[in-house]
Nanobody
């Protein structure tokens, strides 16, 4: 069992930055592909970014490419999402998730952290 706890959300003006963190319990964090997702009110949850086990390979949704950066520190059991040049349309609850099998089966989820971008 893995527990994921997100932090770092908040209210920011358009153009600002936030850094989300997701701390994982357990000793096998480095075995998991990690991802960030978001869900805005009235919309389906969407993938934002993911990172492979070693941290070398990353993927970004087109909507955030060039503005967001995902990274991980396996020694600290933590994955990060640096969000720059934030836009009002980035407003959502952001979730981190873990994929133990690298098959995009996101088995473990955090509780989410709210990000609100004002115009």
């Amino acid at each position: 069992q893995v527990q994921l706890v997100e932090s770092g959300g908040g209210l920011v003006q358009a153009g600002g930055s936030l850094r989300l963190s997701c701390a994982a319990s357990g000793r096998t964090f480095s075995n998991y592909v990690m991802g960030w997702f978001r869900q805005a009110p009235g919309k389906e949850r969407e993938s934002v970014a993911r990172i492979n086990r070693s941290g070398v390979i990353t993927y970004y949704a087109d909507a955030v490419k060039g503005r967001f950066t995902i990274s991980r520190d396996n020694a600290k059991n933590t994955v990060y999402l640096q969000m720059n040049s934030l836009k009002p349309e980035d407003t959502a609850v952001y979730y981190c998730a873990a994929d133990p099998s690298a098959t995009r089966l996101w088995t473990y989820w955090g509780q989410g952290t709210q990000v609100t971008v004002s115009s």
